[in-house]
Structure formats: structure tokens, C-alpha cells
């Protein structure tokens, strides 16, 4: 059984950049859930993803946008990078049709200049 | 909005016990409580949940108050590598659920 991956590990941004982070769910998900965490803080739910669609979003700004793909694999999309973006963000995997524990990849560390 | 309340850190000794003690007064009937624990930069690591009855799974088990106000996660043998933030999270088994993260209790285990 494969687990939650995430790429790159690290990254570093300018302020105003873009910024793409890809996440692969754990073999048999369907779901997916991003959630960002700032140093010293819990993580805080962004968005989650089901059926390529949106499904639920937390207190973030449109520029925060995602996709899902046909193989449930997905991307976090961060426009007009701000300094306060600078955070670890996770990834997390469930399966939607019986409920089920969400798990996490190791998560992406980015931090904006 | 997390709806539990934790220490904020606790130390234990290698080898014994540790008792993270959690308080979810408002919990509703449809909620679980889960415990998730982050080791340093590391993600999230799921422990184990529950309704009402105790569980037990080879990482933990989890002790619910009748009232389901509180609970309690147990770590029987505690080691080094348990060393980390510990999440007594509330929320309901839904298809569309969200974790909702507090603070977290720190546990340090000491050899």
C-alpha cells in the first residue's frame, strides 16, 4: 500500500509568485484535503477535493485554488504569493463512500521572501 | 474553532505510561474524537478514534467518560520516539469532514 506523497519538500518564493504543490493520494483514496500549517500553529483546513470538484473550503482567499485529477492525484495553486503564505502545507487522503481516518503526506515546505 | 481543550505540554518517563487527558464538554452526538500526533516537520500521524466505547489499537487506546465530555489517550509503554504533538481533534464521520486542529499538548518523553 502506497502512502500519501507530496512534492517538492522544500521550495522558496518571492513575494507575488505563483506556486503549484502536487500531492498523490494513498492507493484506494478517492478523496483529498489540504490543509496549511503555520510554524508553531495546528494545521488549518483549506479545501477538499472529491470527484475533481471542490468539497468544503476553510477561511482562505480565492487565490488559493485547487485540482484534482482523474487518478485522484492533486494540486495546490497559491497566486500573488504573500509573506504570511510562508507555511508547511499538507496533504491528506480518504476514501469517500465509507467514511474513513484521513492520513497525511509529509507535507511541503514553503517559504515566501 | 477547535472544540477541545488540552495541556499545553506534558513530559513522561521511557517506558511508563502516558495519559493525555482531552476536554470536548460540547461534543455532539454524531462526533468522534480522534487523536493524531506530529512528530517535528513531519505530517500529521493518524492514532485512533472513537464514539463512546473505549478503543484499542496497537499505537494507543482511548478511554471515553460515559458523558463523552472528555477522554483520555494512553500510550502503555512510552519511548523516545513518541516525542511529539499530540491532537485530540472532535469531529463528525462524514464523507465531507475536516480536522480541525487546536494547539495540541506537547509531549516530551524523557529517558
Known amino acids: 500500500e502506497t502512502g500519501v506523497t507530496q512534492s517538492p519538500t522544500h521550495l522558496i518564493k518571492t513575494r507575488g509568485q505563483q506556486v503549484t504543490l502536487r500531492c498523490s493520494s494513498q492507493?484506494?483514496?478517492?478523496?483529498v484535503s489540504w490543509y496549511q500549517q503555520a510554524l508553531g500553529q495546528g494545521p488549518q483546513f483549506i479545501f477538499q477535493?472529491?470527484?475533481?470538484?471542490?468539497?468544503g473550503r476553510g477561511n482562505f482567499p480565492p487565490r488559493f485554488s485547487g485540482l484534482q485529477f482523474p487518478n485522484y492525484s492533486s494540486e495546490l495553486n497559491v497566486n500573488a504569493l504573500e509573506l504570511d503564505d510562508s507555511a508547511l502545507y499538507l496533504c491528506?487522503?480518504?476514501?469517500?463512500?465509507?467514511?474513513?481516518?484521513?492520513?497525511f503526506g509529509p507535507g511541503t515546505r514553503l517559504t515566501v521572501l | 474553532d477547535a472544540k477541545t481543550t488540552q495541556p499545553t505540554s506534558m513530559d513522561c518517563a521511557e517506558g511508563r505510561a502516558a495519559n493525555l487527558p482531552c476536554n470536548h464538554s460540547?461534543?455532539?452526538?454524531?462526533?468522534?474524537v480522534y487523536w493524531y500526533r506530529q512528530i517535528h516537520s513531519q505530517g500529521p500521524q493518524y492514532i485512533i478514534h472513537g464514539l463512546k466505547n473505549n478503543e484499542t489499537n496497537e499505537m494507543a487506546s482511548l478511554i471515553i467518560t460515559e458523558d463523552r465530555k472528555s477522554s483520555t489517550l494512553i500510550l502503555p509503554h512510552a519511548t523516545l520516539r513518541d516525542t511529539a504533538v499530540y491532537y485530540c481533534?472532535?469531529?463528525?464521520?462524514?464523507?465531507?469532514?475536516?480536522?480541525?486542529f487546536g494547539a495540541g499538548t506537547t509531549v516530551t518523553v524523557r529517558a
Open positions: 491528506a487522503s480518504s476514501y469517500w463512500g465509507e467514511t474513513d481516518t484521513q492520513y
Open positions: 460540547t461534543i455532539s452526538g454524531n462526533e468522534y
Open positions: 477535493y472529491y470527484r475533481e470538484e471542490e468539497n
Open positions: 481533534i472532535v469531529s463528525p464521520l462524514s464523507n465531507d469532514y475536516k480536522l480541525s
Open positions: 492507493s484506494g483514496h478517492n478523496t
